[in-house]
């Protein structure tokens, strides 16, 4: 059988190059770091999974999933030409082995955050610049700290299941969570100096777990979502108004026709809509996988990191 695999590269091998990188951030236990050893290493399976014929048997154990403190980093490669693997059913799948397809790979980082509420101003202080770079610390002791990697896209990834349990709380710290990166972006746009945009940067709510039949598909995850982040902007707008807060900057009062710092998205609109980020430019999608057993895969998570890169 094929080799599982992607390329793990490390930056010994390309010390003078400066990759684009892609940041996984998502509360804990949405499958952060479960995704990051897919791409890595390959499929994992579970491992009470019955043998399938037509799957390799995987003899590494699922990978470990480790509660991080610092961010951990791989080096992949995805391929640039489908045409290549048009053949392969698993067409520019993190699963093809891009040195055996021939492709012309684009390299890139992809960096785990933690998802500890404690540990999440880490991870949301490589948003606030106007050109975000990560410093992938981890990566190697070869990679010097100057080489700072522009950051190319947001993977944000939800537990589609635990978002399904309403008792869990999940739904409402999940979308705190999202907020907060979402703000971070939108202040970007709003600090940009004189008429030039930053680099815009896209985020993929990956709606994690889809193998799990009590799992939200979706469609009801990004439902969900957009519902709550909705709350939550009204509840901090009235905090922001009746505080009288912020000298003068109440929602919608800022000069310059600048929303509130805290208002997400649209000024004015009562429902919250992931379009409406597009007003700053950034694309929000929200598409279903799964890491672990059966389910839609996270082929097409790859595919979309793909094209961002
Ligand atoms: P992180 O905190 O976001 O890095 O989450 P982890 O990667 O540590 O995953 C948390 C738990 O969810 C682990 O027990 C994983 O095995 C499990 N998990 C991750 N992805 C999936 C999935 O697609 N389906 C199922 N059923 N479990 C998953």
Redesign the pocket.
């Known amino acids: 059988f094929l080799p599982i695999l992607l390329h793990l590269l490390f930056s010994a091998t390309t010390p003078y190059t400066t990759l684009p990188s892609v940041l996984l951030i ?10 990051l050893t897919l791409f890595e290493r390959g499929p994992l399976y579970t491992p009470d999974a019955p043998p399938s014929a037509d799957k390799p048997s995987v003899p590494t154990p ?1 990978a470990k ?1 480790h509660t ?1 403190q610092a961010p951990s980093t791989v080096e992949l490669a995805i391929s640039t030409d489908k045409k290549t693997t048009t053949n392969d059913t698993n067409a520019a799948s993190y699963r093809t082995d891009l040195d055996a397809a021939g492709a012309t790979a684009k390299k890139f980082l992809l960096v ?1 955050t933690p ?1 500890h509420p404690k540990l999440r101003r880490h991870a949301l202080s490589h948003l606030a610049s106007a050109s975000p770079t990560i410093k992938p610390s981890s990566i190697s002791a070869t990679s010097s700290e100057t080489h700072k990697s522009k950051l190319k896209a947001l993977v944000f ?1 939800a537990d589609a ?1 635990a978002l399904a349990d309403a008792d869990s709380g999940a739904l409402a710290s999940t979308a705190e969570y999202l907020y907060e990166v979402l703000l971070a972006l939108q202040r970007r746009f709003h600090g940009r100096g004189g008429s030039r945009a930053p680099a815009s940067v896209p985020v993929l709510v990956a709606a ?2 889809l ?2 039949f009590t799992a939200l598909p979706a469609a009801l995850v990004k439902s969900q979502l957009e519902a709550e982040l909705g709350r939550i902007r009204k509840a901090r707008s009235k905090g922001l108004l009746t505080t009288g807060e912020g000298d003068g900057d109440e929602v919608g009062a800022g000069a310059g026709g600048e929303e509130g710092d805290g208002w997400l998205g649209a000024y004015g609109t009562e429902k919250f809509s992931f379009k409406e980020m597009m007003e700053f430019d950034i694309e929000v999608e929200v598409i279903g996988g ?4 059966e389910g839609p895969g996270a082929d097409k998570w790859w595919n979309w990191i793909g094209e961002r890169v």
């Not at 236990?29 to 479960?34: D, F, H, M, N, P």
């Not at 799964?290 to 057993?293: S, Y």
């Open positions: 998502g509360p804990s236990g949405a499958g952060k770091t479960a995704l699922v999933t991080s785990d998802g990834v299941a994690n777990k193998d799990l799964n890491v672990l057993g």
